[in-house]
């Protein structure tokens, strides 16, 4: 089964098995619907969420070093490129680029965000792959005999653990062949920082984390209630990562299809994890899944890094 169908059936088995777990889990990756991506795009605008400060100051230095590196002519591959806003900066700083492949979960929003594009970009190929990348990707073009730069901006290589993010970099070095990879990465445990931008943000974040629980009223057949549920932010050490859990504030038993779901009061759901990575850590991870070190960009306060790879 393929299309929306089978990426419902997917949906309902992944949250089936997380939500009857002894720990409760929901993949990450379903945050990622048009609300929760709206949301997303919200929170990167907000003055707590320091990554998208950071990266934003980084990105032209970088765009311009990366774009001498790459020559004319090249294929740009980003991986969850959402609103595909930065983007831009690369394609502004590459010479006469060929084209551009966004990939995403979102279907929708993709679709709307590649469109918006488009029009500024007349000479570059525009392309589009609705795909989990967690799982091996089916490109929309041909990257023989091309110039190729992957993008993965961010900090969502965190969202990974170690293991998951070395079997990422290895797909994603199949995937692009010879190539340059643009990689974000945060890399600080500042609390302080992490607070702000994990559990501020005025409200939107814990707004984005309960939206995947009102995603799966929309979606799946289920009574599970978001107003019953608090978002609570997890500074935890070793590996050094922040946890999102939702927390239940009542004993509740839901459904999920045939199945109960029992919450005891206190009892959470994690929904998301960012791991972060000191330089030398995020390099060793990469050499694990086939990749060296090509070019590195931080910021004043060292909080978040730009790596810059090659298969």
Known sequence: MSGPEGERAEFLRDALAGLTAPEKSLPGKYLWDEAGSGLFDRICGHADYYPMREESALLPRAAAEVAARLGPGATVIEFGSGASRKIRTLLDALARPAAYVAIDISRDYLAAAVARLAPDYPDVEMLWSCADYTKPVRL????????????????????????????????????????????????????????????????????????????????????????????????????????????????????????????????????????????????????????????????????????????
């Not at 290589?157 to 998951?164: C, D, R, V, Y």
């Not at 004993?251 to 206190?266: E, K, Q």
Request: include cysteine; charge should be negative; proline fraction near 6%.
């Open 140 to 311: 929309p073009v041909t990257l023989e005999g091309r110039s190729v730069l992957g993008f993965y901006p961010g900090t969502s290589i965190g969202n990974f653990t170690p293991a998951e993010a070395t079997a990422f970099l290895d797909r994603a070095r199949a995937t692009l062949g010879p190539s340059l990879f643009l990689v974000g990465v945060d890399a600080t445990w500042d609390r302080e920082a992490l607070q702000g931008a994990y559990a501020g943000s005025d409200g939107l974040m814990a707004a984005f984390h309960l939206n995947l629980l009102a995603r799966l009223r929309r979606e799946l057949d289920t009574d599970i209630d978001p107003g019953n549920f608090r978002h609570e932010v997890r500074l935890c050490p070793d590996p050094e990562r922040v946890e999102a859990h939702l927390v239940a504030r009542a004993a509740a038993t839901y459904r999920l299809g045939d199945r109960p779901l029992t919450f005891a009061a206190g009892e959470s759901i994690r929904t998301d994890t960012s791991h972060k990575y000191t330089p030398d850590a995020f390099r060793r991870l990469a050499a694990a899944g086939g990749w060296e070190a090509a070019g590195f960009w931080q910021d004043p306060l060292g909080r978040y890094n730009l790596h810059l790879l090659r298969a």
